[in-house]
């Protein structure tokens, strides 16, 4: 491969719905640069980006391929991304590293859930926007109502049309590309002359278009004023900066499958999506500011890994400042370490092309690095900076996971921590409550993803179940209760008596030990021994088997034996009389409660809010949000578990929710004896 400078470089992220036909897109684009001989397909799993064992057998993408497309003295880094909303951290990590998104939209469809979702994290990252719509070949294929709808959905935008479709549906014969007021034609892309029904509507939309590029630059708008032509440059220029700043959205047609316009679009991708050099990039949280050139101090941000028992760990990176070589050392800011870049490779799906050096705006990998992870940035040590990474959302949906054979239980930690490297929207725990091994991602079909490439991958077998609550008891009320330890059983015995009260706590104080013993009844020796006693039952419950909290204990007075009394003795005297006394003191379990954020089109609102009325959840408020609704309530885990599943199904998939831990509250008596009689049944059958 070729090397390429800044001004020749543009770095694109595919986003959008899934199948609104990405992945085709990137395939046809392989093909027509002679990147690949053949054109593979998605559901014969045969495609360059879709290499991965889950994504045959789904026939999805699950994670972001790298595709570089190599179009006359331009490279264009394609990033075709998941197109399912679980996979939402692979749509923000590319679109970290990108300069352009272009959303794609099927031609049937127009504007669907995952292009709503995908467009806001573009717009959460600063990306300016292109609109591909896709699949004009397809029955029902129509350009101008997928128009409609992007203004529908996204009213303060402005679509400006720069490839228009010639026919539709199996007419569907070409493209004209409106900044050269010229047709191509066919899968081969053959210059034409404009139909002749279609001239008048490509003169007023190329005026649109010279008025949008002249609103650009002041020299511009009064050449445009005084009706002097402004040249081809002039225009593609100015289009460029009203790209840039997203005051106009440009809006191509083609068909992926057909390979019908995508020799347009490529051409017109290296015309008007900007360079990584329109923009500065900033550091050292948002203080300092650098140009992307050869020139500024050398700047790497890691925005994708990847984990393989084969071919070892590869760190994908963007280079935002300086020329990188292979063999180069770099420091990782945040392992505060050296870094020793090995052979650089330019990505094209799984196949690694070997590269001396990459410069200031490029991406590339490199593999078996020690320390670095997503979000590292890399520099020299002399000059030191860093970088934001990708934003991530936070897990929604968790499960309970458990080895299936010892050599699982062996393997299953260090597996957990390698795949959660690799996408940090999963994050693993043991949790102290329940004892289990949780493992959260984004929703049921990510876990189930995460789980399947464990396997695959690194032969470790797991079983999912539901993740227990974890629950915590306490005590409602004071009481009191003793309890006297007596063995006798030849030679020294065992004599302790222990007199204990029980009082509540505030919330989230804890534990308290109080000594009220006066007189010499129990010597203070054994003060630490009643003490162990009760932690013991406090992290293994009473009622249920939860961990007690909030509680204070006094022991007040007791018995000993000069002989017989002893440091076993007591720690058993404490912790019988604790479970005693902790029974009298009307005890309760207390469940988490979270706070839900939900964001849902206004039609559902009425439907979401009766849901949440059957989850036991508070609402706190409603807003609107960028025209959509915002739902905010409290409500108990217990009930909100799977909520990531039913809110799609409730929302036909557009809802989307963050939650965030609030507090514990007393859990209703009439659900607390149904939570006690289960762990009862649970113990029994362990």
Known sequence: MKEYTTQYLRNIALIGHGSSGKTTLTESMLFLSGAVNRRGKVEEGTTVTDFDEEEI?????????????????????????PGYTDFAGEVKSALRAADLALSVIDSSSGVEV?????????????????????????ENANFDRAMQSLETSFPNQEFLPLLIPIGREADFAGVVNLLEKKAYMGTDGKPADIPADMVDRVDELYTRIVEAAAESDEELMMKYFEDEPLTAEEVANGLRQVILDGSFIPVLAASGGSVIGVKALLSLLTLA?????????KANDDADEFEVSDDSPVALLVFKTTADPYVGKLTYFRVYGGVVNSGDVLYNMRAATDERLG???????????????????????VAKMGEALTGDTLCNKSKQLTIRGPLFPNPLYSVAIYPKTKGDTAKMGSTLSRICEEDPTLHWNQDSTTHETILSG?????????????QGRFGVNLEIRPPKVPYKETVTAAASAQYRHKKQSGGSGQFAEVHMRIEPLGRDEGFDYVWEVFGGRISSSFMPSIEKGIKSVLFQGVIAGYPIVDVRVAVFDGKEHPVDSKDIAFQIAGREAFKLVFKNAKPSLLEPVYSFDITIPDEFAGAVMS?????????????????KAVITAHAPLAEMQQYATNLRAITQGRGIYSMEFLRYDVVPSHLTQEIIAAAKIEEEEE
């Open 114 to 138: 995952g292009t709503e979702l995908t467009w806001a994290y573009a717009n959460e990252e600063g990306v300016p926007h292109m609109v591909l719509v896709n699949k004009m070949d397809r």
């Open 611 to 627: 849901d949440l009325n059957t989850r036991r959840a508070r609402v706190q408020g409603m807003d609107q949000v960028m025209g």
């Open 57 to 81: 057998r789904r026939s999805i993408s699950l994670s972001t391929g790298l595709a570089p497309i190599e179009w006359g003295k331009y490279k264009l880094n394609i990033m075709d991304t």
């Open 442 to 454: 984004m929703g049921d079909a990510h876990v189930d993803t995460a789980v399947r490439r464990i």
């Open 273 to 281: 999506a900007p360079s990584p050099d329109a923009h500065a990039f």
């Open 343 to 365: 052979q650089i490779y330019v990505m094209v799906g799984k196949e690694q092309i070997s590269v001396d050096k990459l410069h200031a705006g490029d991406i590339g990998a």
